[in-house]
């Protein structure tokens, strides 16, 4: 690693101690964003000028000039520092001359590292308290290390005042662990994020060839899930094979989970958590190496309502990224569930003034189509009893499948994901992180959505118009 603002006469030369490292971390995390970034690019990064030129889109020259003007201001607030801390510098100066380079404590006040977070379950009901740079920042550094909260404190660079009631939510709801008394280790899986390309890389290889084999079972499967009464059940294949894909997918990783539980009889089935967690971090200035992976980004929503006439109406949004519109997350709401549900039974019933104007922003966003003299839903929507016996058709189907694929599939997760796990967190590992594994669905949705004909799939002529992948489940 290149070493850090070696400059002659430059005081940080003469830093070697523990609190001299943090001293200057903390020097570091004071400059203004646009010299702390060309610090970090130049020195952590190791870019060269002109490669941070293009990054920051700026002239060479600004980047020198920024470069020149970080170094002289860190500089002198280390030299007013040092100034004040002399004796120890004398000590450490009596001792073998190190040059501090930026691998050392209180990195995470100036260059924190980026944590990306994947959730299941009742997740997204604390997202907005786990998703900030600082909660971020204390799950990496307590992930492989249990820390005091003045170790917390000095690493991220905030004083513990400013986080100990943060620290309290993150305790009491189980997102980190008392590991021993007054020191802290996360209590979730935190996998570096090479880790993820890695595994992701070799499952799309193990899972090259299995969204045929999934159609064909979908497809050999046809009348009976046609047999199902329900809304929706006479729509065109193309259009209900969204839905069977996930369904499919789903229940075959459910069946390999179980199966992988099965040999590991040191694992328990659960943790006691409404839900489930996984985080990747890469640390600042770490090199990724990106592999080929054939697979698209993948994620689900549901919303959950009450109407005087049902108990529970479930919205599942199961595909709630690009290239669907975001915002259809909340196209079907607390105003406007009832309406649905009556026009799923009545498409020509009479519509009152506030229901017309519903009415027509679902049918701009396609989740009803006009025709036939009525308002009819776009989207399936059944009892949830129903939505169980289609589970479980599935489920049947493709159980030769999960026992084609959980051996080969849990290898690569005890190779390459298992080592850098806690062996506290060995149930997660089993029922979450390997869960995710043995989810296909990402690598047959990319294989479907670029070959839509072969693989059945209905493409919508306007995503950002579009019900498909989405349905309505009640009781």
């Known amino acids: 690693m290149t070493e850090l603002l070696a400059l002659d006469d430059d005081p940080i030369d003469g830093l070697i101690s523990e609190e001299e490292r943090s001293e200057l971390n903390f020097n570091l995390s004071r400059l203004s964003r646009i010299h702390r970034e060309i610090l970090i690019c130049y020195y952590l990064r190791e870019m060269a000028v002109n490669e941070i030129a293009d990054l920051l889109e700026i002239p060479v020259g600004t980047v020198k000039r920024r470069l020149y003007d970080a170094k002289n201001q860190l500089s002198e607030q280390l030299t007013a520092s040092i100034e004040t801390a002399k004796p120890k510098l004398q000590r450490a100066e009596k001792s073998e001359r190190k040059l501090y380079t930026m691998e050392t404590t209180g990195r995470s006040a100036f260059a924190p590292a980026d944590v990306m977070l994947s959730g299941g379950y009742s997740a997204p009901n604390y997202w907005d308290q786990i998703s900030d740079l600082m909660t971020k920042q204390i799950f990496a550094i307590c ?19 400013y986080f100990e009631e943060k620290l309290k939510y993150l305790l009491d709801n189980k997102f980190i662990k008392e590991a021993s008394k007054g020191k802290y280790l ?43 009464d329900y809304y929706g ?33 040191d694992a328990a089935d659960n943790n006691g958590k409404s839900y489930r967690i996984t985080a990747y971090v890469t640390l600042p200035g770490e090199k990724l190496e990106y592999k080929k992976i054939n ?89 949830y009893q129903v939505k169980n016996d289609i589970d479980e058709l599935l489920r049947r189907e493709t159980s030769k499948l999960a026992f084609k694929y959980v051996q ?52 919508p002529a306007d995503y950002k118009a579009s019900s498909a992948c989405t349905a309505l489940y009640y009781r």
């Not at 290390?145 to 004083?159: F, L, P, S």
């Not at 729509?235 to 989970?257: E, H, I, N, Q, R």
């Not at 080592?419 to 979450?432: C, M």
């Open 143 to 161: 992930a492989s290390k249990a820390h005091t909260v003045r170790e917390i404190a000095d690493e991220i660079g905030v004083a513990p005042v």
């Open 186 to 228: 996360t209590d979730f899986v935190v996998l570096p994020r090479q880790k993820n390309i890695d595994i992701n890389h070799e499952l799309s290889n193990v899972y090259a060839d299995i969204a045929p084999e999934i159609r064909d079972i979908i497809v050999g499967a046809e009348d009976k899930l046609r047999g199902f």
């Open 233 to 265: 059940n006479d729509f065109p294949l193309g259009k209900l094979m969204w839905l069977f894909y996930v369904s499919a997918c789903s229940v075959l990783a459910d069946t390999m989970t179980k199966l992988f539980r099965d040999s590991k009889p």
């Open 295 to 383: 697979a698209i980004s993948w994620s689900n929503i549901h919303h959950h309502f009450r109407t005087s006439e049902y108990n529970k109406i479930t919205y599942a949004n199961l595909y709630d990224c690009e290239p669907f519109s975001y915002s259809r997350e909340k196209a079907l709401n607390e105003q406007n569930i009832a309406l649905i549900m009556r026009l799923m039974k009545s498409p020509d019933s009479p519509l009152t003034s506030v229901e017309e104007i519903m009415a027509a922003e679902l049918i701009v966003q396609g989740f009803l189509e006009k025709r036939d003299g009525g308002l009819y839903p776009t989207l399936p929507i059944m009892p």
């Open 408 to 459: 080969r599939i849990g290898e690569l997760g005890d190779n390459l994901l298992l080592p850098s796990i806690h062996k506290d967190l060995y149930e997660e590992y089993v029922n979450w992180t390997m869960r995710l594994a043995f989810d296909p669905l990402c690598y047959v949705m990319w294989q479907a959505i670029n070959a839509p004909e072969k693989y059945m799939l209905e493409i």
